[in-house]
């Protein structure tokens, strides 16, 4: 079922079930952090291996303390600067936090969604709600409640719909290690901004060194077409000489010669905030189409251009 009644989505939580949940990010698949069963249930039915760590969602940074023995200074800045928004933090958990929340690892990752509904839902509620994007396993992430009816719409209890998702990207995942700080995901808070707050960072999504979190290892965010990335105008020009049916995802460009329901621009004067919120909604309507690959460019590399680009080349096909 999917409405926006919010004492019928805590009604499903306290039973143990789950429940769909808006973000600004994306949508997430939600249930009870602090309940095993529940949080197992989460990992069933999204098929997702269970060394694979969910965030753990909290109504605000004081109820942090509550599942962590530490916020370091600089990540307590960012909190205070960015929460509630698109800011995952990793941090070193209490024993509060069940161990397949976490994998079994040391740290939990934390965050205060930016979303009115959720936001009211998590104030109502005697528990933190652990929730990954609501999209089978390794499939691109939902921003409307719309995708996630069409995939996980028969094995969940409740849709909360609080319409299309404002960011459209994941959120951004920092941590420390030692006294550096970490970007481990590139997400829909951008670089810059955290430097303001906290100087220089390093940025270590792409290290395949990190097996426990297979959403930062290389095969993500996948259509289930083949997704090709490169020059468009050569992309397009070898399709058309081998005579197979493509679709295009492009920046600002359209192509005149191609139907239009087989091409999308993500933003038409080359807005990276608004080509992030309409990312991945394209990305599922050309895998939709009846193209049999879909061609894509990737952004400039500034602002979300990093963390659409992250995203374009984790979906894009092998070999
Ligand atoms: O914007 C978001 O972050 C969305 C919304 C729903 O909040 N959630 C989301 O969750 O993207 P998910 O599960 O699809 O991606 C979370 C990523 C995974 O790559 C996971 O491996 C990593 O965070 N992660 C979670 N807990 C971790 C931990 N304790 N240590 C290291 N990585 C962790
Ligand atoms: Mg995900």
């Known amino acids: 079922m999917i409405g926006q009644d919010i004492s019928q989505a805590k009604r499903v939580l306290d039973a143990g079930e789950l429940v769909a949940i808006p973000t600004e990010t994306v949508y997430g698949l939600a249930g009870n952090a602090l309940n095993p069963v529940a949080v197992a249930s989460i990992f069933e039915t999204k098929n997702r291996p269970s060394f694979d760590p969910l965030i753990v969602h ?21 909190a205070e600067q960015f929460w509630p928004g698109p800011l995952t933090l990793l941090l070193p958990r209490k024993n509060t936090i069940p161990d397949i929340v976490t994998s079994g690892l040391e740290r939990v990752a934390v965050r205060v969604p930016d979303h009115s509904l959720t936001l009211e839902l998590l104030s109502q509620l005697d528990f933190p709600l652990a929730a990954p994007s609501a999209n089978p396993f390794g499939y691109i992430s ?6 996630v009816d069409a995939q996980l719409g028969d094995k969940i209890s409740y849709i909360l719909d609080g319409g299309k998702c404002r960011v459209g990207l994941e959120s951004t995942i ?14 829909g808070l951008e670089i810059s901004e955290i430097e ?4 220089k960072v390093t940025v270590k999504s792409h290290s395949s060194s990190n097996p ?9 965010y996948a259509p289930t077409k083949p997704f090709i990335l490169g020059n468009l105008e050569e992309l397009i020009a070898e399709r058309k000489r081998e005579g197979i049916d493509f679709a295009v995802l492009s920046l600002v460009q359209s192509f005149p010669a191609i139907p239009t329901g087989n091409q999308i621009a993500l933003s038409t004067r080359g807005d990276l905030k608004e080509a992030a919120t309409n990312l991945f909604a394209a990305m599922r309507t050309l895998d939709a189409s009846n193209a049999s690959v879909i061609l894509a460019e990737l952004m400039p590399e500034e602002g979300l251009g990093k963390a659409i680009n992250d995203r374009l080349k984790r979906a894009a096909t092998k070999g």
């Open 58 to 78: 909290i109504p605000s940074l004081e109820v942090a303390e509550n599942y962590v023995i530490d916020i370091p200074d600089p990540l307590r800045k960012l």
């Open 142 to 147: 939902p921003t409307s409640p719309a995708h």
């Open 174 to 187: 920092v941590g420390m290690e030692e006294n550096e700080i970490v970007i481990y995901r590139l997400g």
């Open 196 to 199: 303001r707050i906290v100087g």
């Open 212 to 220: 426990q979190s297979p959403g930062l290892l290389e095969s993500h």
